[in-house]
């Protein structure tokens, strides 16, 4: 099993106690928002939690239709993560790259990628080490708004940093 | 227009060769003279196609324990016939004569009378768990039977796949071409809601009957995709958290993975003609391109060096080309390379993004995903890009997949807003006789099987 696949696994441990070397289980904890796992995130009061990071400090980038270059508002989200990854330097970040549901699905797993690769970049470009740093693409597989008007696919075009303090 | 050229078939060899094979013994029934220029033909082409007449009394059941199946098969036969849209049914209710011996000679005035102009006729033997299916097809109007009488043996679980290959037949001594009924078709079985969705990998009968899932669902995959000659499937699978490539047998469930270097994904693989190699996608520091592996040595060999996103790659029947979709213009377009890689040519050329190119089993069609002004579409076009037609519309089609004979296409379509699903359809490449495909669950990325053996 990889390191990457050991990380699931050991996340796994804490919300479902057990895990095999085969563990099937569901790869990524955050994509249910409001999900059961919120509980393990710590106190939103604390600057060094999970919970904290998600709500204060911003977990997540979007992005243009098709694109994948990083916004103003980006920017400065991205610029708040690097100063708390910083500070929590026991933290690891996984960057999921996702997609609006209008295009295709394999050109929106490349297109996912590119998003995350992008806001991955620009971590390390300030000085995140990129060994801290992994990316995944769910395409349009996982939309956190459901609706099929631009007010969701906008929210659907994202770069999430889900970070955790475990090791890869 | 696609205009049949192998208009002369030639039964006979396609009975010897049927005989080879393992699963059914076929027998020649001593019949009358069959009579070569059988004028009985359905010639498909892009125009309007008028329905050809035809009866299937229920097939006869030689013994009382044989007549439910009789029946089922019957149906099921009638059922693959009608679905084609080329047949219509002349109700029983019209009938002047049944046929209620299968070895009696027909009174071909009596369907002429009805306007019958294809009359199939079946017995069914069930002996013990061995079933025996015996059928012959007539051609009403030249008086005469449109080939030879066919036996096909097998076991009372196989009930399906005889009355699939007796309505291949038919299929085929009409059309002469090929059938696509005995088939199967391996998607992504899809079930909760659209946040959340289960996607487990499952196979079916190309009309959605045994069904069973590959995967349990507790896990992501995607698109899978059968090997030539239908005994493997690739697809792409977030087992381990990032995408990677497997390959399982369908008959034992084996799998094997096609393993990523840290940090990279791989997804959108296809066999080779050959089914040695695989070619894919894969993605690193953001940027996709295409590669293949020869599955014997695990050799990889880069075809496609670009900041683009170059993915969707098929290859083409005689394994000499790759047809892809990249957006190094700016929006998805379809390009076609050597399947060494080098210099890929554009070939689309309309407005709108063009993508998930499929080649046709003949080499001479690309069936295509087509986005344009905020609709999507299922259309073909030619290897050189001319003659595009669009066969279908809504607000989500994509994925298509060829039936074995190259006549109907399979894709994904997605109904919108919070409640929205997806399900599979098929049509004809007429763009005629669109129908929804009947699965279990929600159902996504259909990859259609060669013809059973």
Redesign the interface.
């Known amino acids: 099993m990889t390191k990457f696949g050991f990380y699931f696994c050991t996340i796994s441990v804490i919300f479902l106690s057990g895990c095999s070397q085969n563990a099937s289980i569901p790869f990524s904890t955050n994509v249910m928002p409001n999900g059961s796992s919120a509980k393990f995130e710590g106190d939103v009061s604390d600057p060094g939690s999970i919970a904290f990071f998600k709500n204060n400090v911003g977990d997540r980038v979007l992005f243009s239709i098709d694109q994948s270059d990083i916004d103003q508002s980006g920017k400065d989200i991205l610029l708040a993560q690097v100063d708390w990854l910083q500070v929590n330097s026991d933290y690891k970040i996984i960057i999921e790259g996702h997609a609006d549901e209008r295009g295709t699905r394999e050109y929106n797993l490349a297109l996912g990628a590119r998003r995350a690769n992008s806001a991955r970049e620009f971590l390390v470009s300030r000085g995140i080490e990129s060994s801290r740093i992994q990316t995944v693409s769910f395409g349009k597989e996982r939309p956190v708004e459901l609706c099929s008007k631009e007010n969701c696919y906008s929210e659907n075009r994202r770069a999430v940093s889900v970070v955790s303090n475990l090791n890869f | 227009m696609i205009q049949l050229t192998n208009a002369n078939w030639n039964n006979q060899a396609e009975n010897e060769e049927l005989v080879l094979k393992p699963f059914l013994v076929i027998i020649f029934i001593s019949l009358t003279t069959f009579v070569q220029s059988a004028p009985l033909r359905i010639v498909i082409t892009e125009g309007v196609i008028e329905p050809l007449p035809y009866a299937a009394p229920e097939f006869i059941g030689e013994t009382g324990a044989s007549n439910e199946l009789a029946i089922k098969i019957t149906e099921l036969v009638k059922s693959d016939i009608l679905g084609t849209g080329l047949f219509r049914e002349v109700p029983k209710s019209s009938y002047i004569s049944g046929i209620n011996n299968f070895s009696s000679p027909i009174q071909y005035s009596d369907w002429k009378a009805i306007n019958v102009q294809a009359l199939l006729t079946g017995s069914v033997l069930v002996t013990g768990e061995k079933l025996s299916v015996k059928f012959r097809l007539f051609d009403v109007f030249s008086n005469n039977e449109l080939g030879k009488g066919l036996q096909f043996n097998s076991t009372k679980q196989g009930w399906r796949r005889i009355a699939h290959k007796v309505a291949d037949e038919v299929y085929s001594r009409i059309t002469g071409e090929q059938g696509y009924f005995d088939s199967r078709i391996v998607y992504v079985a899809e079930t909760g809601?659209?946040?959340?969705?289960k996607?487990r990998l499952a196979i079916m009968d190309f009309d959605g009957a045994n069904s069973k899932y590959l995967t349990?669902g507790?896990?992501?995959v995607?698109?899978p995709r059968f090997s030539p000659t239908g005994e493997r499937v690739l697809y792409t699978s977030?087992?381990?958290?990032?995408?990677q490539i497997y390959v399982i047998e369908v008959s034992t469930g084996k799998r094997t993975v096609l393993k990523n270097r840290?940090?990279t994904?791989s997804?959108?693989p296809r066999f080779s003609p050959d089914g040695q190699s695989v070619v894919y996608?894969l993605?690193q520091?953001?940027?996709?391109d295409i590669y293949v592996i020869n599955l014997r040595n695990n050799s990889r060999a880069r075809l496609t060096s670009a900041p683009s996103?170059e993915?969707?790659p098929s290859f083409s029947p005689d394994g000499s080309k790759i047809i892809f979709?990249s957006?190094r213009s700016g929006?998805?377009q379809l390009y076609v390379m050597s399947s060494l890689g080098g210099s890929a040519k554009r070939i689309s050329s309309g407005g709108g993004r063009y993508?998930?190119p499929v080649w046709s089993p003949r080499g001479d069609r690309i069936a295509f995903?087509k986005?344009s002004r905020g609709r999507f579409h299922i259309g073909v076009m030619r290897v050189d890009g001319s003659k595009e037609r669009l066969l279908t519309a809504s607000?989500?089609d994509?994925?298509p997949t060829w039936s074995p004979n190259g006549r109907v296409i399979m894709f994904t379509r997605?109904t919108?807003?919070?409640s929205?699903v997806s399900a599979l359809y098929s049509v004809d490449v007429s763009g005629r006789n669109l129908k929804k495909v009947t699965t279990r669950d929600g159902g996504s990325?259909p990859s259609w099987s060669p013809l059973g053996k």
């Open positions: 809601k659209k946040g959340s969705r996607k349990d507790s896990y992501m995607l698109a977030y087992e381990t958290g990032t995408p840290k940090g994904m997804f959108a996608s993605e520091g953001g940027n996709t996103i993915t969707a979709e957006d929006t998805q993508g998930t995903t986005q607000f989500l994509e994925g997605e919108q807003g919070e929205g990325d």
